[in-house]
């Protein structure tokens, strides 16, 4: 209904699926761009999932924020944790 269509405008408003500025953006890393493509697939697809349920909308939008929280280092993931010690000889 109108608040679904509220909702999904809200999004496209917070997370633009373009660029229309000037300003390059830099990232410093492969695992950067890989998080952001990340939070950017999960925010095309929650606009899909809009008006199937609210639990598969909340879903893909957390996985978003995750994906960004990684980007960030808010958030770690066991993976980028055993990318870490992998390259260090710990207990020796």
């Excluded at 990232?27 to 939070?39: G, T």
């Excluded at 950017?40 to 349920?53: D, M, P, R, V």
């Excluded at 980028?80 to 020796?92: E, L, M, P, Y």
């Amino acid at each position: 209904g109108d608040g679904m269509d509220l909702l999904e405008k809200e999004i496209a408003n917070i997370f633009p699926l373009g660029y229309e500025g000037e300003e390059s953006v830099m990232l410093s890393n492969v695992r950067q761009y890989e998080c952001l493509v990340a939070a950017q697939n999960e925010l095309s697809h929650a606009l899909e999932n809009i008006g199937i349920t609210a639990d598969a909308l909340l879903s893909d939008i957390e996985r978003a924020v995750e994906a960004l929280g990684e980007m960030t280092g808010k958030t770690v993931s066991e993976e980028i944790i055993d990318n870490i010690f992998s390259r260090f000889c710990v207990g020796k």
